[in-house]
């Protein structure tokens, strides 16, 4: 433990350096929709694993999870004609079926099961609730000091920009479902910036994981594009926070049940990365070689990664260095950043003075928007605090 929050510590510097020095800036100046495609799609959808495969360890539970939200946030509202049900779906969706699965479990469904069905079906696998203190205030290296190793700071580094990476496509993602102008370098280099502090304080305070964004789904799937909701919302995760009961409620969740929700949440994450094609031009064979080979190789290279890991216990790459080796499988294990290494390489040099790349890739879509102050719709959206509910009248 406290060698991972040496590592968060020093990754957390790395993530700050780059957003907030601006050398991140430098490459999403470069950033056209045509590359935005695979990095947003596979940042949704390369996390698969936790959709319908996470689901499948307990179909009774997961399936009807599935079926009651799309049924609440898409089927619901059209027949009801209002705004306001789709963005309860998630809540009112697990309360149902954490009922249901509580029902099961007290009904003795799981006593003569396997281990594995019982740890994802029943509601009471751990003695979570008993074992949780009512109150538990986090204070910073609760763990002890941390410890500062080379090998373990390197792989973190690593990991570290695989969350930038994954957390831009996120975040172009959330401006989009934000009804928001496309985010300028500068915008998008200090919201990496601080994505370093949220891991910083991860560090401190030991959280095993550091920080990433998971939640644009969310944008898709309520409709609310506030940031006073998301900063409200923050405040009452501070608040409950220290009530290790209420924590251990929530950690009592079967994991199909959020695997469940995964399944729509990053499936709107995927269709916002499909929507930048209608930028792009489809009929150029260069820009149908980048988005395929992206694709694919976004799909493919990890997958060889994981295979070659399951029955060896190391990656392709095995050299006399440990680091070096997890770094590799780190970084190519992801596929939100195999797929953007292909397409930024292929989309900056493939064809590059030819007059009608720029217009094949999208770029001129995105041109006004490369300097903050440009168009006055920029400082509207990312300057003023609170100024988003002017566009979202129903908030």
């Not at 179909?59 to 306001?84: D, T």
């Not at 080379?150 to 920009?161: G, H, K, N, R």
């Not at 993602?173 to 990496?192: E, H, Y």
């Not at 930048?276 to 976004?298: A, D, H, K, V």
């Amino acid at each position: 433990m406290r060698a991972i929050q040496g590592a968060l510590i020093v990754a957390s510097l790395f993530q700050i350096i780059i957003g907030f020095f601006g050398f991140w800036r430098i490459f999403a100046r470069f950033l056209s929709p045509l590359s935005a495609v695979p990095l947003v799609t596979l940042t949704g959808l390369g996390l698969f694993v936790f959709g319908f495969p996470r689901l499948a360890d307990c179909v009774e539970i997961g399936l009807p999870a599935l079926a009651i939200l799309v049924i609440l946030s898409q089927y619901i509202p059209q027949r009801m004609k209002s705004r306001g049900v789709d963005r309860f779906a998630i809540i009112v969706s697990i309360g149902i079926v954490w009922a249901f699965a509580e029902i099961l479990t007290a009904a003795g469904a799981y006593k003569n099961r396997s281990p594995k069905t019982q740890l994802s079906c029943r509601t009471d696998r751990s003695g979570l609730i008993g074992a949780a203190p009512w109150i538990r205030v986090p204070y910073p290296f609760q763990w002890g000091s941390p410890s500062f190793n080379a090998d373990d700071a390197f792989v973190m580094i690593a990991a570290s920009l695989v969350a930038i990476v994954e957390s831009t496509g996120t975040f172009i993602a959330a401006s989009r479902f934000s009804s928001a102008t496309p985010i300028p370098p500068s915008v998008l280099s200090r919201g990496i910036g601080w994505l370093g502090i949220g891991t910083l304080l991860d560090g401190f305070f030991g959280t095993v994981t550091g920080s990433t964004v998971e939640n644009a789904g969310l944008l898709g799937l309520t409709r609310v594009g506030s940031r006073r909701v998301v900063q409200i919302s923050a405040g009452f995760m501070f608040f409950f926070s220290i009530l290790g009961k209420f924590g251990a409620v929530l950690a009592s969740i079967p994991l199909p049940i959020i695997a469940a929700i995964y399944c729509v949440l990053l499936a709107y994450v995927a269709s916002v990365g499909l929507g930048f094609l209608q930028f792009c031009n489809l009929n150029s064979y260069r820009t149908m070689f980048i988005l395929g080979f992206s694709l694919f190789m976004g799909l493919s290279v990890p997958q060889y990664f994981n295979e070659y890991l399951l029955p060896s216990g190391h990656g392709p790459v095995h050299t006399s260095s440990t680091a070096f080796n997890n770094i590799v499988l780190v970084i190519f294990s992801s596929p939100a950043t195999v797929a953007i290494i292909v397409a930024y390489f292929f989309d900056f040099t493939l064809s590059r003075g030819h007059t009608s790349t720029r217009r094949d890739s999208g770029r001129h879509w995105w041109e006004k928007f490369r300097n903050f102050n440009q168009d006055i719709r920029s400082e509207e959206f990312y300057s003023l605090p609170f100024n988003l509910n002017r566009f979202f009248p129903s908030v």
